[in-house]
């Protein structure tokens, strides 16, 4: 019975699911990222304050990851990211970018990184 409500579940998901045009995609600007520093931030259980350098640019992300990344994980290693979200206020701070993860239905998180040492701030195309 699990399974099939689960199944159903992930169907209603893609439904909901809106297509974009080639063009549209063409307009997330993805970078690589590389974490110079995190922190937790007290009173909550799930964020992380990531300090993400970009090449010449500098940003922050607050990302819900504290329960399934120690900060010591994060640190100095690149990953993925959206820049052109507007910022979002989280627990008294400003995410100016965010992390990308992938979950799979047993709830396990996997942070996006290159295959290969790409420099800060590198294009996603």
């Known amino acids: 019975m699990k399974e099939k409500l689960r199944k159903e579940n992930i169907c209603l998901e893609r439904l909901n699911r809106v297509e974009i045009s080639f063009e549209e ?16 931030i007290p009173n909550s259980k ?28 994060l640190k100095d290693k690149k990953f993925v990211f959206v820049l052109n979200l507007k910022p ?14 992938a979950k799979d239905e047993k709830s396990n998180i996997s942070l996006i990184q290159p295959e290969k040492d790409i420099e800060q701030g590198g294009l996603i195309r």
Request: proline share 2%; hydrophobic share 40%.
């Open 25 to 40: 995609f063409k307009k997330i600007d993805l970078r690589i990222g590389k974490v110079v520093d995190v922190e937790e």
């Open 88 to 101: 979002r206020k989280l627990m008294g701070g400003e995410s100016n970018c965010m992390i990308l993860a």
């Open 46 to 73: 799930n964020l992380l304050k990531l300090q993400v350098g970009f090449g010449q640019e500098k940003r922050q992300a607050i990302a819900g990851l504290r329960q399934y990344y120690k900060p010591e994980e």
